[in-house]
Antibody, heavy 122, light 109 residues
Framework: EVQLLESGGALVQPGGSLRLSCAASGFTFSNYAMSWVRQSPGERLEWVSTISDSGGSTYYADSVSGRFTISRDNSKSTLYLQMNSLRAEDSAIYYC???????????????WGQGTLVTVSS | IVMTQTPLSLSVTPGQPASISCKSSQSLHNDGKTYLYWYVQKPGQSPQLLIYEVSNRFSGVPDRFSGSGSGTDFTLKISRVEAEDVGLYHCMQSIQLPTFGQGTRLDIK
């Protein structure tokens, strides 16, 4: 059974930093691209970032480019999102999501974690 | 690519059909594949994949769910709504970096 378990969400002040983690199990993590998608109250889902199976390629939404960094540790089956220079508009539930096909970067998702809440406020 | 769903909410009697439309601002078809997906987010849960590539039901999805469409116009249909279908339905395109529709909230009359 595929499981994705996010952690690291917290209340942080504007301009602060936070690192999210997503622990994966139930599939061969190193074979799949992984992504972060966020959801703010009353807003549509927003794709944030994707990393290839090897970690060699990364992709970012314009809204977070230059502030967020996605990474992975395939030996630990864990995905990360380092978030710097946080803004109020970054407040959201952050989900990690697994790509559908192996050995490709398709950025289409079959399994999602339960999410972790990030609140940016003074 | 802008994804537009209609309606934004619908209330359905159990056993009755339901239909949700999703329109994209550009064609989602390329090289033999159409990059349109449907997800449902049940109350208090994360999104779950229902339909991939327009019309393919994901593993474990009941056959009362069906997807159709082409180009820029797509539809998710539920043939007979059940109480467990309550939730927020999202369409998503991935022919470019993914974007989602606004979501359609389904509840039971």
């Amino acid at each position: 059974e595929v499981q994705l378990l996010e952690s690291g969400g917290a209340l942080v002040q504007p301009g602060g930093s936070l690192r999210l983690s997503c622990a994966a199990s139930g599939f061969t993590f190193s074979n799949y691209a992984m992504s972060w998608v966020r959801q703010s109250p009353g807003e549509r889902l927003e794709w944030v970032s994707t990393i290839s199976d090897s970690g060699g390629s990364t992709y970012y939404a314009d809204s977070v480019s230059g502030r967020f960094t996605i990474s992975r540790d395939n030996s630990k089956s864990t995905l990360y999102l380092q978030m710097n220079s946080l803004r109020a508009e970054d407040s959201a539930i952050y989900y990690c999501a697994k790509d559908i096909p192996p050995w490709a970067v398709a950025i289409e998702f079959d399994y999602w974690g339960q999410g972790t809440l990030v609140t940016v406020s003074s | 690519i802008v994804m537009t769903q209609t309606p934004l909410s619908l209330s359905v009697t159990p056993g009755q059909p339901a239909s949700i439309s999703c329109k994209s601002s550009q064609s989602l078809h390329n090289d033999g594949k159409t990059y349109l997906y449907w997800y449902v987010q049940k109350p208090g849960q994360s999104p779950q994949l229902l339909i991939y590539e327009v019309s393919n039901r994901f593993s474990g999805v009941p056959d009362r769910f069906s997807g159709s469409g082409s180009g820029t116009d797509f539809t998710l249909k539920i043939s007979r709504v059940e109480a467990e279908d309550v939730g927020l339905y999202h369409c998503m395109q991935s022919i470019q970096l993914p974007t989602f529709g606004q979501g359609t909230r389904l509840d039971i009359k």
